[in-house]
Every structure is written in structure tokens, then in C-alpha cells.
């Protein structure tokens, strides 16, 4: 890059990358500080004199603790958790070997498969959701997890799938046959020699896959009904608003601690998110 | 033919069941099966019982019987479902475009080595990590009529002098759900297309320069049409996101006021799930498929012509 004077740098390129940045986190503040704020604070108007909008000098843990005493946020924390593990996993499983087979093998149809799951990639949950409201029903699954754990991996396989595709088209096919010269089967082969090298192509989707599944809304608005069922994000919506009032502290608190077990989750393993996120988008 | 040897001798060892799994056809099938299990279940099925639905008299509690293409004449002639379909294009339409302005602009700003580049990449991506519902929360508390940070700010800075009433107004309403929609997606396109930005060799770029082309030049000449692959299939995938959205306008306005925010997604939930008529419901959520479908089409082929050209 070529990089020009100081004050050009600067304008063109560090201020707007703080506004960027500014923009970006700053609702996350926002949540943050109205967590901590007392009641006294958060409901002055907004044209209020001696309004201090971006700290406060009172911090408070009534609304966490109005969370945990008077509301099921805990149960809901553990439901979705439960529910993002479980069902991660059935989707890595199900879009690692679909994944292996559509990449590797040779067999009638491969090519029209794998378009077929490119299309279920993009079919959106909102398309499918009444009618699968009355199928969830019908399989007597309402208001329980296996709703949401059993039909998490319609967006979450496919997605899997493709990710999983990428990385095994990229492991030598040398690899495998030298196993098979030294008498493993296929199915050994590819339990022992390629699956183990794609493993890190195995992490990104898990983690992408759980972010999502902590993330999916309308699945788990429409298939739950009762409060100790709830996922963080449907929870929060119908239980901290009653008619027209809003709970904001608590809603607040409410979103941050949501939002907690992904931000860890992703902190841990932001190149793999990247990368899994990247490789999802290169067809 | 010492490999066939080895393995027919191995596959006399194997069981008749793993034995079979040696022909790739039938490990194929054994591989796949789980997948087009869920898949046929909670895709194909619905969509097949979708279709059904929409095609019926069905309300909650009350077993319809085929009406024809009834329901869709009835949604066609609906006001708020023509309101609805202008204002999923429009809202696909305009974010669109600013996310990818946007989201490309601070790629660029972000394809370069300075100090702190990994943290500032990992926390930009936050709004796109933070479950949807939870982050737009913050967002609706940030423009609450009455206690909005934005109008005090505004006020402060002598800007305005009676309050915004950002979501009590439809265009306003609308305006805000877009910007949050921006604000969501950006990090997306600028952490994809960075990517893409990364695999653009800077030699092309330093020849550009000598042969005398100005930054913009360059831009447009060698990083634009260099990038437009990536820059295809991360549209295609936000139009497609954006065009079903559900949980945003949900939280933000629920579809009104009036209802003049509502969205395909919204306003079939409110019909099919809020008053119960599953039949109209499912016909609005099935009226995107059609478009969907184009879009994934157009989107697809287009890709194909520029990644074979």
C-alpha cells in the first residue's frame, strides 16, 4: 500500500474507521450502561435537565437480580444452551458425512444433490413456519426442545454441508489412497485419515452453527408457548414486556447476559469463525 | 492390482454390512441418509403441506377444506399485504445497497497492516455474532420516543427542538428499521469481502499506479471487478436474509404503526399465528417463494457468467 502524508492518513482512513467502530459498539454500551443504571435514572425524559445519558454515578444490580428472582432467565439460559448444543451436534454429524460423501465420492446424482442442498441453503425459516408449526403438532413435539432441536438442523445441516464440502475438496485424494493400499476400508479411511485432517473446517461450522441456533427467533416463538420452555431470545421478548411496559433494565441485563455465552464462545475462536464465515460465502 | 488384492483379502475380514459400505454408491447412500431424513421431514414436508395449507380454508381449531387459489386473490386485493410487498422490496433494496457500500468501504478500510487490526476485525463482527433480538432491544431503547439517547443528543447538539417520534411515524418507522438492518449487516459484508480483498494480488495495483491510474481508477479497474464474485454470492445470500426477515421489524415495531411496517414474515405471523388463520398465513409466507426463487435464480446465473468469463 502506498501510504501518503500523516493528516491524509488520518482523514481518510483513521477517522473513519473510529466512526465505523463507534457506530458498531455502541448500542452494546448502551446495553451495558442501562443495565447498571437505577430506575431514578433510566426513566427521565429526554430533554431532562442535569441528564447524564452515558454513565451513571449510581450502579445497580437490582436488574440482574430482577432476572434471576422474579423471572425464569436462568431456565431460559439453560434451555437455549441445551438446545444450541444438542443440536449442533446432530448437524455437524449429519453435514460432515453429507459433506464427505458429495465431495469425495462418485455416485449417480452427486451433482443434482448438491444443488439441492445449495437450495435448502437458502430456503429462510420464515417461509416454512406455519406449516411446520402444525406438523410439530402433529408429532406431539409442541413446547418442548425437541421442537427446536429437531428443526434447528434444517438451516443448520445445509449450511454445514456446503462449509464441510470446501474442506474436504481441498484435502489431497492421495491421502486416502494410500490408506486404502494399506488395507483400510472406506469407511476407515474416512473416519481415521480425511475427517480428522478437516477438523478445524469441523470447529468453524460448530461454532458458526451454535451462534445461530442461540440466535434463531421465530422457530422458538411459534413452537413454545409455556414460560419454562423458552429460549434467552423469545423469553425476553414475552416475558419483560406486559402490554405496552417495558422492563427496560431488566431487558437490557436480560440481552447483555444473552448475549454473553456467544460473545465467550466466539472470543475464544475468532479465526475460526472468520474463516468459517468466509468460506461460506465462496460457492 | 496389488491394491484390489489387498482389499478383497481385507474385505473377506469385514462383515457383509461394512463390506457394502466398501462400494462407493452404497456409502454414498449410507452417508447421506441422515440429512435427507431431517431434510425431507422439516423441509420438504412442510413445504408440500405449505402449499396445502394455502390452498385451504384452514383456521386454528377448525379443519378447512380446499378452496382453490382463494386465499391468494384474497391477499392480492389486500391493502396492507400490497403495503407488506412494497415494503419488503424496498427494505431489501436500500439496505442492500448501503450495506454493501458500507460494508465495503470499511474493508478497505480494514485491508491494510496497522496496530490492533485483529481486535478491531474481531469486536467490528460483534453486532453480526449478537443474537438478533437481543441486539435490536438495545436499538428500540435507543429510540424510544421518550427517552430516546438520539434525540438527546440531537437536542444537545442544537439540532432539533421538540422530540422525534421515530417509530410512531411510518416513514420514520421504516427508516429506522433500515438503518438497524445496515448496522447488522455491515460487519458481514465487510468481514466476506476483505476476504476477497485479501486475494487480490497488490502487484496489480502497484502496476495500475505506475501506468498512472488514480486511486479511484485503480478501485475500479483492477479491485471491483476482481472482487465480484465474492461480492455476488454475499449479496445474493443478504437479499435473501433480508427479504425474509422476521425478527427485526417484530421487535422494533411489530408491524405498525398502522400497519405500515410489516414485511412478508411479519405479516403472515400476525395473520396465520396472531389471529389465527393458518390458510392466509401460509399463502403470505408461500408469496415469497416465487420471488425468492427469482432472485436465486438471476443471482445464480449472473455468478455463473461473471466466474466464466
Given at each position: 500500500?502506498?501510504?501518503?502524508?500523516?493528516?491524509?492518513?488520518?482523514?481518510?482512513?483513521?477517522?473513519?474507521?473510529?466512526?465505523?467502530?463507534?457506530?458498531?459498539?455502541?448500542?452494546?454500551?448502551?446495553?451495558?450502561?442501562?443495565?447498571?443504571?437505577?430506575?431514578?435514572?433510566?426513566?427521565?425524559?429526554?430533554?431532562?435537565?442535569?441528564?447524564?445519558?452515558?454513565?451513571?454515578?449510581?450502579?445497580?444490580?437490582?436488574?440482574?437480580?430482577?432476572?434471576?428472582?422474579?423471572?425464569?432467565?436462568?431456565?431460559?439460559?439453560?434451555?437455549?444452551?441445551?438446545?444450541?448444543?444438542?443440536s449442533?451436534?446432530?448437524?455437524?454429524?449429519?453435514?460432515?458425512?453429507?459433506?464427505?460423501?458429495?465431495?469425495?465420492?462418485?455416485?449417480?446424482?452427486?451433482?443434482?444433490?448438491?444443488?439441492?442442498?445449495?437450495?435448502?441453503?437458502?430456503?429462510?425459516?420464515?417461509?416454512?413456519?406455519?406449516?411446520?408449526?402444525?406438523?410439530i403438532?402433529?408429532?406431539?413435539?409442541?413446547?418442548?426442545?425437541?421442537?427446536?432441536?429437531?428443526?434447528?438442523?434444517?438451516?443448520?445441516?445445509?449450511?454445514?454441508?456446503?462449509?464441510?464440502?470446501?474442506?474436504?475438496?481441498?484435502?489431497?485424494?492421495?491421502?486416502?489412497?494410500?490408506?486404502?493400499?494399506?488395507?483400510?476400508?472406506?469407511?476407515?479411511?474416512?473416519?481415521?485419515?480425511?475427517?480428522?485432517?478437516?477438523?478445524?473446517?469441523?470447529?468453524?461450522?460448530?461454532?458458526?452453527?451454535?451462534?445461530?441456533?442461540?440466535?434463531?427467533?421465530?422457530?422458538?416463538?411459534?413452537?413454545?408457548?409455556?414460560?419454562?420452555?423458552?429460549?434467552?431470545?423469545?423469553?425476553?421478548?414475552?416475558?419483560l414486556?406486559?402490554?405496552?411496559?417495558?422492563?427496560?433494565?431488566?431487558?437490557?441485563?436480560?440481552?447483555?447476559?444473552?448475549?454473553?455465552?456467544?460473545?465467550?464462545?466466539?472470543?475464544?475462536?475468532?479465526?475460526?469463525?472468520?474463516?468459517?464465515?468466509?468460506?461460506?460465502?465462496?460457492? | 492390482?496389488?491394491?484390489?488384492?489387498?482389499?478383497?483379502?481385507?474385505?473377506?475380514?469385514?462383515?457383509?454390512?461394512?463390506?457394502?459400505?466398501?462400494?462407493?454408491?452404497?456409502?454414498?447412500?449410507?452417508?447421506?441418509?441422515?440429512?435427507?431424513?431431517?431434510?425431507?421431514?422439516?423441509?420438504?414436508?412442510?413445504?408440500?403441506?405449505g402449499?396445502?395449507?394455502?390452498?385451504?380454508?384452514?383456521?386454528?381449531?377448525?379443519?378447512?377444506?380446499?378452496?382453490?387459489?382463494?386465499?391468494?386473490?384474497?391477499?392480492?386485493?389486500?391493502?396492507?399485504?400490497?403495503?407488506?410487498?412494497?415494503?419488503?422490496?424496498?427494505?431489501?433494496?436500500?439496505?442492500?445497497v448501503?450495506?454493501?457500500?458500507?460494508?465495503?468501504?470499511?474493508?478497505?478500510?480494514?485491508?491494510?497492516?496497522?496496530?490492533?487490526?485483529?481486535?478491531?476485525?474481531?469486536?467490528?463482527?460483534?453486532?453480526?455474532?449478537?443474537?438478533?433480538?437481543?441486539?435490536?432491544?438495545?436499538?428500540k431503547?435507543?429510540?424510544?420516543?421518550?427517552?430516546s439517547?438520539?434525540?438527546?443528543?440531537?437536542?444537545?447538539?442544537?439540532l432539533?427542538?421538540?422530540?422525534?417520534?421515530?417509530?410512531?411515524?411510518?416513514?420514520?418507522?421504516?427508516?429506522?428499521?433500515i438503518v438497524?438492518?445496515?448496522?447488522?449487516?455491515?460487519?458481514?459484508?465487510?468481514?466476506?469481502?476483505?476476504?476477497g480483498?485479501?486475494?487480490?494480488?497488490?502487484?496489480?495495483?502497484?502496476?495500475?499506479?505506475?501506468?498512472?491510474?488514480?486511486?479511484?481508477?485503480?478501485?475500479?479497474?483492477?479491485?471491483?471487478?476482481?472482487?465480484?464474485?465474492?461480492?455476488?454470492?454475499v449479496?445474493?445470500?443478504?437479499?435473501?436474509?433480508?427479504?425474509?426477515?422476521?425478527?427485526?421489524?417484530?421487535?422494533?415495531?411489530?408491524?405498525?404503526?398502522?400497519?405500515?411496517?410489516?414485511?412478508?414474515?411479519?405479516?403472515?405471523?400476525?395473520?396465520?399465528?396472531?389471529?389465527?388463520?393458518?390458510?392466509?398465513?401460509?399463502?403470505?409466507?408461500?408469496?415469497?417463494?416465487?420471488?425468492?426463487?427469482?432472485?436465486?435464480?438471476?443471482?445464480?446465473?449472473?455468478?455463473?457468467?461473471?466466474?466464466?468469463?
Amino acid at each position: 500500500m502506498i501510504e501518503g502524508a500523516l493528516w491524509r492518513r488520518w482523514v481518510f482512513y483513521n477517522i473513519p474507521l473510529i466512526l465505523f467502530v463507534f457506530v458498531l459498539l455502541f448500542p452494546f454500551y448502551w446495553m451495558i450502561v442501562t443495565t447498571f443504571r437505577p430506575d431514578g435514572e433510566l426513566y427521565l425524559p429526554w430533554n431532562a435537565v442535569n441528564y447524564m445519558p452515558f454513565w451513571t454515578n449510581n450502579p445497580t444490580l437490582e436488574h440482574i437480580l430482577y432476572l434471576f428472582e422474579e423471572t425464569n432467565f436462568s431456565r431460559w439460559m439453560l434451555n437455549t444452551m441445551f438446545i444450541a448444543l444438542v443440536s449442533t451436534v446432530i448437524s455437524l454429524f449429519c453435514g460432515v458425512l453429507a459433506g464427505y460423501a458429495l465431495a469425495r465420492l462418485n455416485f449417480p446424482y452427486a451433482g443434482g444433490l448438491g444443488t439441492a442442498i445449495f437450495i435448502t441453503y437458502l430456503v429462510p425459516q420464515t417461509l416454512l413456519f406455519i406449516p411446520l408449526a402444525e406438523i410439530i403438532r402433529n408429532f406431539q413435539l409442541g413446547d418442548t426442545p425437541w421442537s427446536l432441536i429437531l428443526t434447528y438442523p434444517t438451516f443448520l445441516i445445509p449450511f454445514c454441508t456446503w462449509l464441510m464440502m470446501g474442506y474436504f475438496k481441498a484435502i489431497p485424494k492421495e491421502l486416502e489412497e494410500c490408506a486404502r493400499i494399506d488395507g483400510a476400508s472406506r469407511w476407515k479411511a474416512m473416519v481415521y485419515i480425511v475427517i480428522p485432517v478437516a477438523v478445524p473446517g469441523i470447529l468453524s461450522s460448530g461454532i458458526i452453527a451454535f451462534t445461530l441456533s442461540w440466535n434463531e427467533f421465530i422457530y422458538a416463538l411459534v413452537f413454545l408457548s409455556s414460560p419454562d420452555q423458552k429460549t434467552v431470545p423469545v423469553g425476553v421478548t414475552s416475558e419483560l414486556i406486559r402490554g405496552d411496559v417495558f422492563f427496560w433494565g431488566p431487558l437490557m441485563a436480560g440481552a447483555l447476559l444473552g448475549s454473553i455465552p456467544v460473545a465467550i464462545v466466539y472470543s475464544f475462536f475468532v479465526e475460526h469463525y472468520v474463516s468459517g464465515l468466509t468460506g461460506s460465502v465462496k460457492g | 492390482m496389488a491394491v484390489t488384492a489387498l482389499s478383497a483379502a481385507e474385505s473377506k475380514r469385514l462383515s457383509p454390512r461394512l463390506r457394502k459400505l466398501e462400494d462407493e454408491r452404497w456409502l454414498a447412500m449410507a452417508l447421506l441418509a441422515p440429512t435427507a431424513i431431517l431434510l425431507g421431514l422439516f423441509i420438504a414436508y412442510p413445504f408440500f403441506e405449505g402449499v396445502m395449507l394455502s390452498l385451504s380454508s384452514t383456521r386454528v381449531g377448525e379443519p378447512g377444506h380446499f378452496v382453490g387459489l382463494k386465499n391468494f386473490h384474497k391477499i392480492w386485493n389486500d391493502s396492507i399485504f400490497r403495503t407488506t410487498v412494497w415494503n419488503t422490496f424496498w427494505y431489501t433494496g436500500v439496505t442492500t445497497v448501503f450495506k454493501l457500500a458500507l460494508g465495503l468501504w470499511l474493508a478497505i478500510l480494514l485491508n491494510r497492516h496497522f496496530k490492533g487490526k485483529a481486535i478491531i476485525r474481531a469486536f467490528i463482527l460483534l453486532p453480526f455474532i449478537i443474537p438478533t433480538v437481543l441486539s435490536t432491544f438495545a436499538w428500540k431503547w435507543m429510540f424510544d420516543p421518550t427517552f430516546s439517547v438520539i434525540n438527546w443528543t440531537l437536542f444537545q447538539l442544537g439540532l432539533i427542538t421538540t422530540r422525534i417520534n421515530w417509530l410512531g411515524d411510518p416513514d420514520l418507522a421504516m427508516t429506522s428499521i433500515i438503518v438497524i438492518n445496515i448496522w447488522r449487516g455491515v460487519p458481514f459484508f465487510a468481514i466476506t469481502l476483505l476476504a476477497g480483498l485479501q486475494t487480490i494480488s497488490p502487484e496489480l495495483h502497484e502496476a495500475a499506479a505506475i501506468d498512472g491510474a488514480r486511486p479511484w481508477q485503480r478501485f475500479w479497474h483492477v479491485t471491483w471487478p476482481l472482487l465480484m464474485p465474492v461480492t455476488l454470492v454475499v449479496v445474493l445470500f443478504s437479499v435473501i436474509q433480508t427479504f425474509a426477515d422476521f425478527q427485526l421489524v417484530y421487535v422494533m415495531t411489530g408491524g405498525g404503526p398502522a400497519n405500515a411496517t410489516h414485511l412478508f414474515a411479519t405479516y403472515a405471523y400476525q395473520l396465520g399465528i396472531g389471529t389465527g388463520l393458518l390458510s392466509e398465513g401460509a399463502a403470505i409466507s408461500l408469496a415469497m417463494f416465487p420471488f425468492l426463487f427469482i432472485i436465486v435464480v438471476v443471482q445464480l446465473l449472473y455468478i455463473r457468467r461473471v466466474e466464466t468469463r
